[in-house]
């Protein structure tokens, strides 16, 4: 059994005040704060490259990514953790990083040197308990120090004097408002997350339903067949490229289901499972890839669901093959997070000539809309994450803006 202290502390996602994973396609002028502060950092000139865990964002020395709200408070217990790339300049390379602490009165402050080289990840944390910090450098404590006084300001510099800014990559940065151990610190650098598959926001698991694989889910689906013209006194034939729309994305699930209580207890959960399919409208499959990037579908099942077992009365497994389509393939998927009446309402501005449904990710659904500059709001109801789907022709959407998180611009 683990240690539930240490998953107390790291399954609160209240205590994460900032969580940056710089997982943005290049050219995005905002990196997603995916903590329910949603102090969104505002890019200029940095670039998203491939990071230590997905992308990570780029400094060229003058770029800039400043966060939208003062969301750490110096005065308490605080944590900061984050991935380092240091990139080398034309006078040599940097052979640091240094944490600088600044406190109250003249030239009262802290340096503490961090050694690395350029072109390799490593991952630096501090934390702060009262007057004591601590340093840390792949999760192994380096550094701790004991200062009074007021402290004013945190930074984490390179020892390159050429301009005012660093240049390298920093990746999946997090802020929390406790002071984490090394523990903590461990799970945390260390933590991967698991393949997980979630239909209508429940696990599958939790059916005594288990994937081995699956197909379909990022393939490409099937073109349809374009407009073509055949003339009868020239080769080949005329093909309309300019617009390509796809068939209904196929995804097909090879499954296991186990009872561990015999007959009675195998009927009654595959009954249970297969009864989801019954219900009316589309379903929400979801496969939980990443920490901030999940794979996010709206599904049905038309073809029958064979099993194959061996009755028993004790342990019984039975396989079977899941086939589900998305009517739907091409979407962006949105994040929205409700934390309180003050942050309930979702709003997307969008401009389209096609038709594009809107699942919310609540069970509501919005479907053909379409115009200029339309604005369409929906409110949640209860606390937590949504995961919203606009689907349709994605490409063709002239102008779209929103107050939510852009997980996928098109999947």
Known sequence: MKNIKKLTKMANTKNVILNLPFDESDGSLIAYDYSANRADGIVSGAKFVSGKIGNAIQFSGKDTCKISKNVLNLSGEFSILCWVNPMSIEAGS???????????????????????????????????????????VNTALVKTINRSGTLLGVSLNQDYFGGEYGKGCVDDMKLYNIALSQEDLIEEMSNVKQLTYYIDGVDLKEYGVYVSGSDGLTDRPKMKSPMSVSWDNYHGTCVDLNHKFYESREIT?????????????????????????????????????????????????????????????????????????????????LKFIRVGESTQNCSIKITTTKLVDIYWGDGEVQTDIYGEDLVVNHTFKSNGDYYIIVAGCIDEIEKFETNAIVVWNKL
């Open 94 to 136: 940097p052979s640091k990083v240094i944490w600088l602490l600044a406190f109250d009165g003249v030239d009262q402050y802290s340096e503490i040197p961090i050694e690395l080289s350029c072109g390799n990840w490593v991952s630096v944390a501090m934390t702060k308990r009262g007057a004591q910090y601590n340093f840390y």
């Open 253 to 333: 699930l090879s499954c296991f289901i186990k009872a561990v209580e015999g007959k009675g207890d195998f009927a009654s959960k595959v009954n249970r499972f297969f009864q989801i399919f019954d219900k009316a409208g589309t379903h929400r499959l979801m496969v939980d890839i990443h920490p901030t990037k999940p794979l996010v579908y709206e599904v049905y099942s038309e073809d029958a669901i064979a099993i194959k077992k061996t009755w028993d009365d004790s342990l019984m497994i039975g396989t079977f093959t899941l086939k589900l389509k998305e009517p739907s393939p091409v979407k962006k998927v």
